[in-house]
């Protein structure tokens, strides 16, 4: 699915990464816990998180994860839009909870890592 | 790549407690392994590792030094702090044990995850640590080793 019908079907806001909305996702997964994040191996996935600091950027970065997306309306710091720019990180804010992103994703057809 | 014989050496500083700097090491390695067209899956490898024991010295230590060595071979990476030490390394490495503060659970680490997950990533780990002084951590990754698998 493209990432600019992932942002429609969730309300999203996509505050930096232009160039990634015709991007393909395939895979999606969700965390608040970046060390469980630090373990997934496949780089090609969307990350779905309510962790909202510099750290979820950073651990996109080590991870090569190109599509982050925020739950809940979680507040963007500058420094985190900056790192994502830098790092040419897709940022999406939405305002769905993470269970009916996940819900949503999943059902059609967004499939999970593990 | 890097020619046989010729090395890259690199040195931080870390600070404990500096949430906003953690990783910056981590990330100027990455860029790096990149422009010496390192395969994708060691760097990963290697940055993932990197990227959790800084965090540990930020995490843990009051101060810390990481001295990364580049060769045709292998990444080399030394970390030594200045902190409280581990007690027991062996319940260190348990995955989920952790004595992580609240703070650092906010920035979504003290899982007791990252000692498990620096050695499922590195080719070679060996922690020493003295209480009341500081640990030292030392990580290889084969530049070779494409597949990860443990040898």
Do not use: W
């Not at chain 1, 080590?62 to 710091?77: A, C, E, G, Q, Y």
Request: charged share 25%.
């Amino acid at each position: 699915m493209r990432l600019k019908k992932i942002i429609d079907l969730l309300e999203g806001n996509l505050l930096c990464g232009e160039e990634r909305l015709n991007d393909e996702v395939e895979f999606a997964f969700a965390s608040d816990l970046m060390s469980d994040v630090l373990t997934v191996a496949d780089s090609e996935i969307l990350l779905i998180t309510g962790l909202a600091n510099i750290q979820t950027i950073r651990t996109s970065e080590m991870s090569d994860i190109s599509h982050v997306l925020l739950v809940r309306n979680k507040r963007v710091t500058q420094e985190m839009l900056s790192l994502a720019i830098e790092n040419g990180i897709a940022l999406i804010e939405s305002p769905y909870s993470m269970f009916k992103v996940c819900g949503i994703l999943y059902n059609l057809g967004i499939k999970p890592v593990f | 790549m890097l020619y046989v014989g010729v090395s890259l050496q690199f040195r931080f500083h870390v600070t404990g407690g500096d949430f906003s700097s953690a990783g910056t090491a981590s990330s100027e390695i990455k860029k790096v392994l990149k422009k010496l067209n390192v395969d994708g899956v060691v760097i990963k490898r290697a940055v993932v590792s990197l990227y959790e024991a800084e965090v540990n010295v930020v995490a843990h230590a009051f101060e810390g030094d990481i001295f990364v060595n580049i060769s045709s071979e292998k990444i080399s990476i030394l970390l030594k702090d200045k902190g409280p030490g581990i007690v027991d390394i062996s319940k260190a490495m348990e995955e989920g044990f952790s004595t992580a503060s609240p703070q650092v659970r906010e920035m979504g680490f003290g899982a007791g995850m990252g000692l498990p997950n620096i050695k499922r990533n590195s080719d070679f780990m060996d922690i020493q640590s003295v209480v009341g002084e500081g640990t030292t951590l030392q990580i290889e990754i084969y530049i070779n080793n494409k597949n990860g698998e443990q040898e």
